[in-house]
């Protein structure tokens, strides 16, 4: 059954059109770039995630140390996953139904098994400053162009003067091309930006876990940053 996730800064979040289905997983690890396996293995066991406008992945990230283990930064390498690892889906709320179709079964991800066990429905947030740890946008090489292409849609988006800050760049994988993707924070937003922007998006590939944003404590440079 779904369920929402409550804590003690829940008016912070609002309910919406559009969600995160946060499920609870059991896996030992997976590659750093997993998108592609992992998108993969979400649409074969949810035929109409692909087609849904609204719907994007969250790639999975472990720690970034734990008791002397350090992050690898190598794509292939494995990321050691602990209990508290989840998959996030960013949906439509008419399909977090649908989506419960994932619990119970077994993921296969890059030949590693990935368990889905149970649920829990996650509001947007009213938080004003945003992260995203892989935005991919077109014609946007070094940072200042990246800077540039992202002030460029968010004006689009009639999102005006927030202030923004990008990491270096991830290299995600797929059959077709390798898509050069970088960590983006945006601050001082107001809360109807904030909200407009985890709604939509930013960038291209919201299926391979680009362009999603999620709520951030502090702006600070990401460059020093594991990730």
């Known amino acids: 059954m779904l369920r929402e996730k409550h804590n003690a800064a829940a008016a912070k979040y609002i309910p919406g059109d559009i969600v995160d289905a946060v499920f609870a997983i059991s896996c030992r690890s ?3 770039d997993h998108a592609y396996a992992l998108s993969q293995a979400i649409q074969e066991a949810l035929p109409w995630f692909a087609e849904e406008p609204g719907a994007g992945l969250h790639l999975i990230y472990g720690a970034a140390s734990a008791s002397g283990w350090m992050r690898p ?3 292939d390498a494995l990321l050691q996953l602990s209990h508290r690892a989840k998959l996030t889906l ?3 709320r008419h399909r977090l139904d649908d989506a419960t179709a994932l619990l119970g079964r077994t993921l296969q ?3 590693w098994p990935l368990r889905v066990d ?3 429905m996650r509001p947007l947030s009213r938080i004003t400053t945003l992260f995203s740890r892989c935005v991919v946008l077109a014609a946007a090489g070094d940072e200042a162009s990246f800077l540039a ?3 460029g849609e968010l004006e689009a ?4 003067s927030p202030r923004l800050l990008c990491g270096r760049v991830t290299p995600i994988a797929t059959p077709a091309r390798i898509y050069r993707a970088r960590s983006l924070m945006l601050a001082g937003l107001t809360p109807a930006h904030s909200l407009a922007l985890q709604r939509h998006g930013l960038g291209a590939e919201r299926k391979l876990g680009c362009g999603l944003f999620i709520p951030h404590k502090d702006i600070a440079d990401l460059r020093s940053r594991p990730e």
Do not use: H, Q, T, W
Request: net charge positive.
């Open 149 to 151: 292409a992202a002030a």
């Open 73 to 75: 930064e190598r794509p």
């Open 118 to 120: 149970k649920v829990a």
């Open 90 to 92: 960013r949906l439509p």
């Open 109 to 111: 991800v890059a030949g």
């Open 157 to 160: 988006l009639g999102i005006s």
């Open 30 to 32: 997976l590659p750093v």
